[in-house]
């Protein structure tokens, strides 16, 4: 299996390139966010308790996002790989995915990280909530909280992949053609 941690702060550009790539490979797109945005519109309980976290700029336990990403996983039927967005976002979510997909077999095969200046991300969040809607884009408190979050919980994470040798950084900023094109080029060098 071919099986991706797309990484990088909000606002980076990984569900566009995500769309991209699994064009390209065949993957299944799995984003922790979106997840989460189909359950609130749904009016779960589990939309419920995200939405508490989401509209301050703050993590979702691990706990709940472990398990529903477990559970997503496992939906799918030999599938070719996994694109992983916007997960893991913390170190414990790291080892747990590593523990997880050793339990079915797989790992992750590579994480790419996407550069992006700060003044940028949040110029592209600011953009983005025109046409999103989302509440966590609209906010430049909110979008300030997520980018500090960011920095002390989620960057981390880049060092437990770089650890294991699978980290690659891309150029983040530039075209998203060209963008496309760098992750294309890391993966068709595995
Ligand atoms: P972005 O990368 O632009 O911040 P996402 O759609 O990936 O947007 O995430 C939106 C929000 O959903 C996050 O700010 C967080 O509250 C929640 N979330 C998404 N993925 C996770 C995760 N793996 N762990 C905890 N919270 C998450």
Redesign the pocket.
Known sequence: MLNIVLFG????G??TQSERLIDEFGLVHL????I??SNIKGQTELGKL?KS??DQ????P?SV?IDLLRAEVLKHNKPKGFIF??????NA?AEALDVFLDSIDTSITLMLSLDVEEEELKKR?IKRAEVSGRA?DADPKIIDN?IA?YHKETSPVKSFYEQQRKLVSIEGMGSVDEITARLFTSIKSI
């Open positions: 702060p909000p606002g980076a990984k569900g984003s922790t966010g979106d989460f945005r995200a976290y989401m700029g703050k993590l979702v691990d996002t967005d916007g997960f893991p976002r913390t979510q969040l966590d997520r979050v």
